[in-house]
């Protein structure tokens, strides 16, 4: 039991410094399918330290939007969208960054399969933000929403 106690521990810490590795970071995600894994998770290895100095966690967060349609007779069409939001805020962001794709097959997904690139789509989008912010002196990838 005591062991058990121990690896339980030992691995909390592990998750913990892995979700750390890239500092702290806020999100909002909308997406149709869930049953994969969460969006902060599936995206925190691209969020980078550059970003994290930039936009800080307590003021802004990523915002990530995505769907998924199949169609009756096979394939199907994603979409998502990243950019960067006040804390707090759930609206679309003024700039964000885009991904699709696109299967025009007459081949019938499973529910997972779609997930699955769902997820590929959503985290195609953040890479994106991530590559922009990179390449930009000052990380200017975020544009204040006018009322």
Do not use: W
């Not at 039991?1 to 909390?12: E, S, V």
């Not at 806020?26 to 998770?41: H, L, M, S």
């Not at 169609?71 to 006040?86: Q, S």
Request: hydrophobic share 35%.
């Amino acid at each position: 039991m005591i062991n058990k106690k121990y690896l339980a521990a030992a691995l909390c810490t592990l998750g913990l410094h892995m979700a750390a590795s890239a500092g702290e970071f806020n999100v909002f995600c909308t997406y149709k399918n869930d049953n994969i894994e969460k969006c902060a998770n599936v995206i925190s290895d691209l969020v980078t330290d550059k970003y994290i100095a930039k936009y800080p966690a307590n003021q802004y967060q990523i915002f990530v939007h995505s769907n998924i349609h199949n169609y009756t007779n096979g394939g199907y069409a994603a979409y998502a969208l990243a950019g960067i939001i006040p804390r707090g805020s759930a609206t679309f962001p003024a700039k964000y960054f885009s991904s699709t794709r696109i299967d025009g097959s007459d081949k019938t997904f499973s529910s997972v399969q779609l997930a699955e690139v769902e997820l590929e789509t959503y985290r195609s989008a953040v890479k994106s933000l991530m590559d922009a912010c990179e390449i930009s002196p000052n990380c200017d990838v975020y544009t204040r929403r006018n009322k």
